[in-house]
């Protein structure tokens, strides 16, 4: 995932745009698993602003999950954006947050391997409207209704359960 930018480096305002397709196992480095699966495609561009090269781009993928919820696994298609500022090794630049490249070549996998780590939602969801499963039977209420009755007072405040009316 390198893209050179010997002719980027020419000019200011000068852009490149890139385009990459890679299986996910190939940027999942040390950690052996990332949530997405098969192959993922990141386009971008590169941009001269003078004193930086600002490169911006966008990941497509397949994230194949299991719901936080209802524990079914389901797939979804995944976008992630990214960006990121370089400077050359040396140079006046002050951006104390720009990454710092020497010659024509600057690689990308290390910067779409965090986006991927950075992105990875904390509770997989398989819809917005998912029930989960019952708390006391264990049935997926996304797949059959279950009669349970889930409303339970907490015992510490059971006796101001006296003080409501009686239906």
């Known amino acids: 995932m390198k893209i050179n930018i010997a002719q980027l480096r020419q000019a200011i305002g000068a852009s490149q745009s890139f385009s ?38 966008v990941i497509k993928g397949v994230a194949g ?23 050359e090794e040396g140079s006046a630049a002050t951006d104390p947050d720009a990454l710092v ?11 779409v391997r965090e986006a991927l780590i950075v992105a990875e939602p904390l509770k997989a969801l398989c819809g917005e409207d998912c029930r989960g499963l019952c708390p006391t ?12 009755v889930t409303t339970s007072i907490d015992p510490r405040l059971a006796a101001l359960e006296k003080l409501l009316p009686k239906k």
């Open 20 to 57: 990459f397709h890679t299986p996910v196992e190939d940027l999942a480095g040390e950690t052996g698993e990332l949530w997405l699966k098969g192959r993922i495609e990141v386009t971008g561009e590169a941009v001269n602003t003078g004193r930086l090269l600002a490169i911006s781009g």
């Open 137 to 148: 039977c264990g049935v997926n209420r996304n797949e059959t209704p279950c009669t349970c």
């Open 65 to 87: 999950q299991t719901c936080h919820r209802c524990l079914a696994d389901f797939t979804s298609e995944a976008v992630i954006t990214f960006s990121e500022n370089f400077r």
């Open 101 to 111: 490249y020497h010659g024509d070549e600057i690689d990308l996998a290390e910067i």
